[in-house]
């Protein structure tokens, strides 16, 4: 059982010993009483998802439903445009809360307190976006603006508690400080302004953390943990798509013409799903650590961005095609399933190429990081191909054929019926591919390499019975 799947289960007993430990290993540096110092340390150890993480992560995702309930209202180009700029702002609040606990723990009181305090502007947020702007703007905004000063102080007092700020902390504080005074000065700005603002102090969010990440001046976020909450979210967002599909099924005849549009979408949900963790989803993250170099990791988290977006906007045309089946399907359904299924294949594609990019292309950090023979030879395969995978083909191929579909005059049943087709199909060959055996086999490898060098416990009988792997060197990560 690697890494992250253990965790998913309740973690290894080490991470499971109590506050005291949570607390000593939160802060990323050691004290002289014993206490873990640096990034490289906390690297070693165990990080667990936490219960109030998942609680955060739902109540998150809640307003993420009601944004694309607000869309579903009005499927119009004003609307999705308010709903995309809705739906980033909410993405990056979840993204600072995650990253906050990834690099910095999440046993800290300065995460449990600062978390909890989050959600109460969290909710105001999930009770604002159903309204129109001119309405519900100045309200979205003072809100967001608390949530990301409770942010800023969780970031100062964490800073205090380990001796300060570091460089690229001390920007990020400024520029997520400047960020939450835009957005509440957006409250008293109406009209097309408003949305500019919010759009400036993304910007300046945006901007200062790819600049200071990208100089390495903070410690990467734990490799473990983050990627196990991001996957984490992405079962919780195809749950509430789940949950929108059975809404809409409930409220038609139980005939089976009325029921086949949801049992079609059902089908194209666990297709998607199967993609995803089919797919070395976590090798990214895995390769940046090595590296300590934090530009793939980012992209890989970005990639998230738009992926989830789909999923929110795919929710809302199946339940048009549910709720509104006729002889033709609409124009709205056609345009939002066949633009958001093909979104989720692009951005599976680009997760695809994040993966086998590193491998790839000859990289001496990495190289002299990889040290289990297995990996090596796993990953010689991938230096001598050249040109795109059978899976990226077969998405990009794909999203091409749900493209299409829109220019159709079709059905809402053959529409689905056709969408779910191609889903199956691209999972199918993507199955098929033998890049994605051995990327799952590196994935798997370095996985069990993190966790013998986090000190986990309780191997599965395979483990046991082959020699232990070598696993990887330490990760350095780098410290301003």
């Given amino acids: 059982m690697t890494a992250q799947a253990r965790k998913l289960r309740g973690g290894s007993s080490q991470a499971a010993g109590g506050q005291a430990e949570d607390e000593r290993v939160a802060g990323g540096h050691r004290q002289e009483g014993g206490e873990v110092q640096g990034g490289q340390d906390r690297q070693a150890t165990e990080q667990p998802v936490s219960w109030l993480e998942l609680f955060f992560d739902l109540v998150f995702v809640t307003a993420f439903d009601r944004l694309a309930q607000r869309l579903l209202a009005h499927p119009d180009l004003p609307t999705f445009g308010v709903f995309a700029l809705m739906f980033v702002a909410l993405w990056w609040a979840w993204l600072g809360n995650?990253?906050?606990?990834?690099?910095?723990?999440?046993?800290?009181?300065?995460?449990?307190?600062?978390?909890?305090?989050?959600?109460?502007?969290?909710?105001?947020?999930?009770?604002?976006?159903?309204?129109?702007?001119?309405?519900?703007?100045?309200?979205?905004?003072?809100?967001?603006?608390?949530?990301?000063?409770?942010?800023?102080?969780?970031?100062?007092?964490?800073?205090?508690?380990?001796?300060?700020?570091?460089?690229?902390d001390r920007t990020v504080v400024m520029g997520f400080t400047a960020g939450a005074l835009l957005w509440a000065a957006s409250a008293w700005v109406g009209g097309t302004g408003q949305p500019l603002l919010w759009g400036l102090a993304l910007a300046i969010d945006i901007c200062c953390t790819l600049v200071v990440d990208r100089r390495a001046e903070r410690d990467l976020p734990h490799q473990g943990h983050f990627p196990e909450r991001v996957g984490l979210l992405f079962i919780v967002f195809l749950g509430a798509v789940v949950t929108e599909l059975i809404r809409g099924a409930a409220e038609q005849r139980l005939l089976p013409a009325e029921q086949l549009p949801a049992v079609f979408s059902l089908m194209s949900i666990m297709?998607?799903?199967?993609?995803?963790?089919?797919?070395?989803?976590?090798?990214?993250?895995?390769?940046?650590?090595?590296t300590g170099r934090a530009g793939t990791l980012l992209a890989w988290a970005y990639v998230h961005l738009p992926l989830t977006m789909a999923l929110s906007v795919l929710s809302v045309g199946f339940g048009l095609g549910i709720a509104e089946e006729g002889a033709e399907a609409n124009r709205e359904e056609r345009l939002l399933v066949s633009l958001s299924l093909a979104a989720v294949f692009v951005s599976l594609t680009l997760m695809r190429y994040l993966s086998t990019r590193p491998l790839q292309a000859p990289e001496p950090s990495l190289d002299a990081r990889i040290t289990d023979p297995e990996i090596v030879r796993a990953a010689a395969p991938l230096r001598q191909r050249r040109g795109p995978s059978r899976s990226s083909l077969a998405r990009l191929g794909g999203a091409a054929l749900v493209l299409a579909l829109m220019a159709l005059p079709i059905g809402t049943l053959l529409f689905e019926a056709s969408c779910t087709v191609i889903t199956l199909a691209v999972t199918y060959l993507s199955w098929r591919d033998p890049v994605r055996l051995q990327l799952n086999k590196i994935e798997e490898r370095l996985s069990d390499g993190f966790e013998q060098q986090a000190g986990g416990e309780g191997e599965d009988s395979r483990s046991e019975q082959r020699e232990q792997p070598k696993g990887t060197r330490p990760i350095e990560q780098p410290h301003s």
Avoid: K
């Fill in 271 to 290: 297709a998607i799903w199967r993609l995803y963790f089919d797919e070395a989803h976590t090798l990214p993250a895995l390769l940046a650590g090595l």
């Fill in 98 to 168: 995650t990253s906050f606990a990834a690099r910095y723990g999440n046993g800290c009181r300065a995460y449990r307190w600062g978390t909890l305090a989050q959600m109460v502007p969290l909710a105001a947020l999930a009770v604002s976006v159903r309204g129109d702007l001119s309405d519900v703007g100045a309200f979205f905004a003072l809100a967001y603006a608390a949530g990301r000063a409770i942010l800023v102080v969780m970031l100062i007092i964490n800073g205090r508690q380990n001796g300060g700020l570091s460089g690229g």
